[in-house]
């Protein structure tokens, strides 16, 4: 059972805040393991291999889904909460006028259950494609991801689709940042400008990494 501190709005938005942490420093280092890649099939199998082989790993996924299954569950709730409680305000809320303006809406304010969905939707995709995708294998008998990444974005659409994707995802992590950092507490007129423009900082990275790599593997299989 849920305690009641973490049913309260602030208590899920907490949790909304704690969780996308998780899954943002989950997104820092598989972008870190991905960009082997680059390195050649030797660098990126051995990762995988290593990464994949560890017994902790059944654990590890397991976690990560429950982090990611409450982080949609407690963001859809608080929204729909809100916006039964509160129409009126919602219909009359209007658009920020500048950055600084926190009580306002944004686009990515008003298209995070939007963004969220699609992102829900990608990551079975791609999980589909790639966890549970076409087994190939090496000559030392370990699985050959590199030779899935590059039969996978020798496809122009599915490269496509993919960066589509990552700008969905870029786009909601945008607002997440300083959502989460209300959440936190993090209000300081000193402090909160710095974390907030270290964060989209790292946004930024993370989404033109994620989006380079399919760039990368399309245009070097066909050289």
Request: with cysteine; glycine share 8%; aromatic share 14%.
């Amino acid at each position: 059972m849920t305690p009641p501190v973490l049913s309260s709005s602030i208590g899920s938005k907490f949790l909304i805040a704690l969780t996308g942490l998780f899954l943002f420093l989950f997104l820092v280092s598989h972008l870190a393991g991905n960009l082997l890649f680059i390195l050649g099939p030797d660098a990126f199998n051995h990762y995988s291999h290593a990464l994949i082989s560890n017994p902790l790993i059944l654990v590890a996924e397991g976690g990560l889904v429950a982090i990611f299954l409450l982080h949609v569950f407690k963001t859809v709730t608080i929204v729909v909460a809100n916006r039964g409680a509160r129409p009126e305000r919602y219909a009359a809320r209007k658009w920020a006028k500048s950055k600084n303006d926190r009580s306002r809406k944004t686009l990515s304010s008003t298209t995070m259950i939007l963004t969220g969905t699609i992102t829900l939707l990608f990551v079975v995709t791609h999980l589909a494609t790639f966890k549970f995708g076409p087994y190939y294998e090496t000559a030392e008998g370990i699985r050959d991801l590199y030779r899935l990444q590059t039969a996978v974005f020798s496809d122009p659409g599915y490269v496509a689709f993919y960066l589509v994707c990552m700008a969905v995802v870029g786009f909601h992590l945008w607002h997440g940042i300083s959502s989460a950092a209300q959440s936190f507490g993090l209000d300081s007129p000193r402090w909160t400008p710095r974390i907030l423009w270290v964060g989209r900082l790292l946004t930024a990275v993370i989404t033109a990494g994620f989006a380079l790599l399919p760039i990368f593997t399309f245009v070097a299989g066909r050289n």
